[in-house]
């Protein structure tokens, strides 16, 4: 079952340097598991291969029903130095949102996906 991130989730991303941060909340707290699962950091650092020249480091919140990643190396250089569009990593949370995640039907939990259309 594909599901687009934005269906389950919103996001919030910001800088410090040339490493970004981007924060993914689960929109209701039973898709949280799902985030947590399949939502990883080598998933994240494929999604943003042509953009980050560092790892991905993942800090799970489950207080919060949320995920934040640090993506280092995204800036290129940061604000003050980087020629790019958004030095600030402000629109990464859009980007992110925009991913497919690939939960499988044999997942116990994918009824809890159900009717959230897919993309």
Do not use: C
């Not at 989730?9 to 910001?14: D, E, I, K, W």
């Not at 939502?39 to 207080?63: D, Q, S």
């Not at 995204?74 to 990593?89: F, K, M, P, Y």
């Amino acid at each position: 079952m594909n599901v687009a991130l934005l269906a389950i989730a919103h996001a919030r991303s910001g800088d410090k340097g040339n490493d970004a941060n981007v924060g993914v909340i689960a929109r209701r707290a039973e898709w949280y598991p799902f985030l947590e699962k399949y939502l990883t950091a080598e998933a994240v650092a494929a999604h943003f291969a042509p953009l980050i020249t560092g790892g991905v480091e993942r800090y799970a919140l489950p207080n919060l029903h949320a995920l934040n990643f640090v993506l280092h190396g995204a800036l290129d250089g940061g604000g003050t130095r980087s020629l790019r569009i958004d030095a600030q990593g402000k629109t990464l949370s859009t980007a992110l949102l925009r991913m497919v995640l690939d939960v499988p039907e044999s997942d116990p939990r994918v009824m809890a996906l159900r009717g959230i259309g897919e993309p």
